[in-house]
């Protein structure tokens, strides 16, 4: 019989070592939900740029115009916040409101994780790009727990239809 020790881990090496990854992984868990908090809203707010900028190159090229409005299916404007989903579409009758038999371009589901203002539910162009509404428009993106995080993402389209995103803290 040989005195040497065989190849492997002990039961106290193994134990130490799930020790050591359970506390990294208890330190690393709340910076990791912080970025996927800030991630989900990035997506939502570049998604929602990118829409908005269809609409307003579809209005320029229809010459009748386009919009964008919140919406649950993408079969109508029926959204009670931008965070069920949006559709982008065509003005065929140059209105400003969508109408049964018009072109959907485009439609992006909403994400659950992130909270959505429901104010401005329809954003519409006319043929030269601007938008139909005289009040100012913006939309507010945030997840729907911050975690004291400033994660708070606000659309604004001016006038003549040129978006801007603004950052801030969650209220």
């Not at 800030?38 to 997506?43: D, F, H, L, R």
């Amino acid at each position: 019989m040989s005195g040497k020790r065989g190849a492997g881990f002990s039961l106290v090496e193994l134990m130490i070592t799930l020790v050591v990854l359970a506390i990294l992984a208890a330190v690393a868990f709340p910076n990791f939900q912080g970025v996927m908090r800030s991630n989900q809203v990035a997506t939502t707010t570049n998604e929602l740029l990118a829409s908005l900028s269809l609409a307003r190159a579809e209005a320029i090229k229809s010459a009748r115009g386009a919009g964008v409005c919140a919406s649950t299916a993408g079969a109508a404007c029926d959204g009670a916040s931008w965070g069920d989903g949006w559709m982008v579409w065509t003005d065929a009758n140059g209105n400003g409101a969508f109408d049964a038999g018009e072109a959907v371009v485009r439609v992006s589901p909403g994400s659950p994780k992130v909270v959505a203002d429901d104010a401005d539910l329809v954003i519409a162009f006319d043929s030269r790009g601007r938008r139909r509404s005289q009040a100012a428009q913006a939309i507010a993106l945030q997840p729907a727990d911050c975690g004291g995080q400033a994660l708070l993402r606000t659309v604004s389209i001016n006038q003549t239809g040129q978006t801007k995103v603004a950052k801030g803290a969650c209220p």
